[in-house]
């Protein structure tokens, strides 16, 4: 079953602006990452924040961590067409034998130009 | 070579019959991950091996699913008797340890399986 869910679902933009995307998950977790996903294509990693970590800059790329509301945001800042893509955070528990990674629904952003 | 491979990149079937899902890991990883992924959804864990441990095998969905890393490389999962939700595509990571939880995981551009 998925961890959480990502808000929202479908995003549109043009080119220049900035996207935002949020996640909710429902369990504690050690980590929280992000994946993008093109169209017919592999998930590439993008960042990932510690559950220690508050706030992380990578490029164009900031993300939020508030464990309490167990809620994290992704906002890529002034977005190409290149980023038109499904963007999946992913929750990791260590469970002794691996990190295995729990995946939200995801957003599909759409950059136009 | 580069990154994770997966072969066939696409595969149809027809209901009740067997398929066979390679994947070819970064050289030098360690772990080794399944996930099964829906139309629409995110991917969802299958799972995990450490060399040719099959550590965790929570995800399966039935016992139809099977999964083997018999020389810590090389993967394959096998679907026996595909059913129509088996339809998805199964994507295969690799990372370098995966025991660690910041170990990054690698992912292959997937299989679409498609069952008629």
């Known amino acids: 079953s998925q961890q959480g869910e990502e808000d929202p679902q479908a995003l549109s933009i043009q080119e220049g602006e900035n996207a935002t995307m949020n996640c909710s998950y429902k369990t504690s977790i050690n980590n929280l990452q992000w994946y993008r996903q093109n169209s017919g294509r592999g998930l590439v990693h993008l960042i990932l924040?510690?559950?220690?970590?508050r706030e992380k800059h990578s490029g164009r790329l900031r993300v939020t961590l508030d464990t309490s509301k167990k809620s994290s945001s992704l906002l890529i800042t002034a977005s190409r067409a290149a980023d038109t893509a499904s963007y999946f955070c992913?929750?990791?528990?260590?469970?002794?034998?691996?990190?295995?990674?729990?995946f939200g629904t995801g957003t599909r952003l759409q950059v136009t130009l | 070579g580069a990154g994770v491979s997966q072969s066939p990149r696409y595969k149809v079937a027809k209901r009740g019959q067997d398929v066979a899902l390679r994947c070819d890991p970064i050289s030098g990883h360690v772990s080794l991950f399944w996930y099964q992924q829906a139309l629409g959804q995110g991917p969802e864990f299958l799972t995990y091996?450490?060399?040719?441990?099959?550590?965790?095998k929570s995800g399966l969905p039935s016992d139809r699913f099977f999964a083997e890393r018999p020389e810590g490389s090389v993967s394959t999962l096998k679907i026996q008797r595909t059913q129509q939700e088996d339809s998805a595509v199964y994507l295969c990571a690799s990372s370098l340890w995966g025991g660690a939880s910041t170990d990054t995981q690698y992912f292959g551009p997937g299989t679409r399986l498609t069952v008629l």
């Open positions: 924040i510690r559950s220690n970590e």
């Open positions: 091996f450490q060399n040719e441990a099959q550590l965790d």
């Open positions: 992913a929750t990791d528990r260590l469970t002794g034998t691996a990190s295995k990674l729990t």
